[in-house]
């Protein structure tokens, strides 16, 4: 049994395994594996996670499926068949590429049984929310004597003109005097996070934990 989990990037694949790393051990004790699976980013996600989530929830009628894309950016997307202006929206657009792929490619039975197996949901805005979210390690990350601030709490409430992303490289600047490095930056300070403190303050992200808890029985913290 397996919970598969689609995201954008490999920083998110890096990031979420980082502060996931203990939640995983004890899913795998219960006899379920969590994979993390990039689709390289946002265009590509679009153009994928139809059939790549389709695939597997034909596969094995045990397993789980996330869809876990970024919110931001989302303007490209206006005048498309993906336009989304709020996490909502995003949501509606995965769960109709997967319906559309369900009965069009594998034509399941029971195309409901296999969609209640899906979970779209999303970063929201990015990956660097969960950042803002583990502030102690954060600061520790960025040799701060005081807490990081200056972003809307929750931190999932941040706009789209000034992402997560956009603080975080904004501190790393000012703090650091480097570019903030995606994938060992998020790698670094996610791993030494508290799950349930960050997801505490996100309540999108902590839906898409509870979740994979009630599915699987196994709970995140």
Same mark, same amino acid.
């Given at each position: 049994?397996?919970?598969?989990?689609?995201?954008?990037?490999?920083?998110?694949?890096?990031?979420?395994?980082?502060?996931?790393?203990?939640? %995983? /051990? $004890? @899913?795998?004790? +219960?006899?379920?594996?969590?994979?993390?699976? &990039?689709?390289?980013?946002?265009?590509?996600?679009?153009?994928?996670?139809?059939?790549?989530?389709?695939?597997?929830?034909?596969?094995?009628?045990?397993?789980?499926?996330?869809?876990?894309?970024?919110?931001?950016?989302?303007?490209?997307?206006?005048?498309?068949?993906?336009?989304?202006?709020?996490?909502?929206?995003?949501?509606?657009?995965?769960?109709?590429?997967? %319906? /559309? $792929? @369900?009965?069009? +490619?594998?034509?399941?039975?029971?195309?409901? &049984?296999?969609?209640?197996?899906?979970?779209?949901?999303?970063?929201?805005?990015?990956?660097?929310?969960?950042?803002?979210?583990?502030?102690?390690?954060?600061?520790?990350?960025?040799?701060?004597?005081?807490?990081?601030?200056?972003?809307?709490?929750?931190?999932?409430?941040?706009?789209?003109?000034?992402?997560?992303?956009?603080?975080?490289?904004?501190?790393?600047? %000012?703090?650091?005097?480097?570019?903030?490095?995606?994938?060992?930056?998020?790698?670094?300070?996610?791993?030494?996070?508290?799950?349930?403190?960050?997801?505490?303050?996100?309540?999108?992200?902590?839906?898409?934990?509870?979740?994979?808890?009630?599915?699987?029985?196994?709970?995140?913290?």
């Amino acid at each position: 049994m397996k919970v598969w989990i689609f995201v954008e990037g490999k920083s998110d694949v890096q990031a979420l395994s980082a502060l996931w790393g203990g939640w %995983k /051990q $004890n @899913l795998g004790a +219960k006899g379920w594996g969590l994979q993390l699976i &990039s689709l390289q980013n946002k265009p590509n996600y679009f153009r994928k996670i139809g059939p790549r989530a389709s695939e597997k929830l034909v596969h094995d009628t045990r397993d789980l499926v996330v869809g876990l894309p970024d919110l931001y950016p989302n303007r490209d997307y206006a005048n498309t068949a993906y336009k989304h202006d709020n996490l909502k929206e995003l949501q509606d657009v995965q769960m109709r590429l997967v %319906k /559309q $792929n @369900l009965p069009q +490619k594998f034509r399941p039975a029971d195309v409901e &049984s296999h969609i209640a197996r899906f979970y779209a949901s999303a970063l929201k805005h990015d990956l660097e929310v969960l950042l803002l979210a583990a502030t102690s390690q954060l600061q520790s990350r960025l040799k701060m004597r005081n807490r990081p601030g200056g972003w809307r709490h929750p931190p999932e409430d941040q706009n789209q003109n000034k992402p997560p992303k956009k603080i975080v490289e904004e501190l790393f600047q %000012k703090n650091l005097k480097r570019a903030y490095r995606e994938i060992t930056d998020s790698d670094a300070i996610l791993g030494n996070a508290d799950l349930q403190e960050v997801a505490k303050q996100c309540p999108a992200f902590r839906a898409v934990i509870d979740w994979i808890g009630a599915e699987t029985g196994v709970p995140g913290y």
